[in-house]
C-alpha cells in the first residue's frame, strides 16, 4: 500500500504561481511513476504531469507546458508540481497518483491522495 498526502493549494489571482506537493508513505519502489491530474466542477479527470521516480524522466499535458513543472525528492519521498503563470482556466482540485505505469490515462493508477483545491480568480 502506499499513502499519498497533498498539499500546498489555495487561492490565487491569475498570473500567480503555487507549488503543490504530494509526500508518499507505505510501500516504496524506485520504478513508482507520480502523477498529477485535475478535476474540475462538471469535468472528466485529466492528467496535467508524470514523473518516473528512478531516473526523473518527467512528461507534461501540452496545456501546461512551459507553465507547469514537475519534480520530486526521493530522499523526502515527496513530488512536488510547480504551476506558474496560473489562468482561471487552471481551477481544479488537484490529484497527485502513484503506480508503477508510465501513463497518463487516471484509471491505470492504483493509488490516489485526497486532493487539494486550487482557484485562480481573474
Known amino acids: 500500500q502506499v499513502q499519498l498526502v497533498e498539499s500546498g493549494g489555495g487561492l490565487v489571482q491569475a498570473g500567480g504561481s503555487l507549488r503543490l506537493s504530494c509526500a508518499a508513505s507505505g510501500r516504496s519502489s524506485s520504478g513508482t511513476i507520480v502523477g498529477w491530474f485535475r478535476q474540475a466542477p462538471g469535468k472528466e479527470r485529466e492528467f496535467v504531469a508524470l514523473?518516473?521516480?528512478?531516473?526523473?524522466?518527467?512528461f507534461c499535458a501540452d496545456s501546461v507546458k512551459g507553465r507547469f513543472t514537475i519534480s520530486r525528492d526521493n530522499a523526502r519521498v515527496t513530488a512536488y508540481l510547480q504551476m506558474n503563470s496560473l489562468k482561471p482556466k487552471d481551477t481544479a482540485v488537484y490529484y497527485c497518483?502513484?503506480?508503477?505505469?508510465?501513463?497518463?490515462?487516471?484509471?491505470?493508477?492504483?493509488?490516489w491522495g485526497q486532493g487539494t483545491q486550487v482557484t485562480v480568480s481573474s
Open positions: 497518483a502513484a503506480d508503477g505505469l508510465f501513463t497518463t490515462t487516471p484509471s491505470l493508477y492504483d493509488y
Open positions: 514523473i518516473r521516480r528512478s531516473g526523473g524522466s518527467t
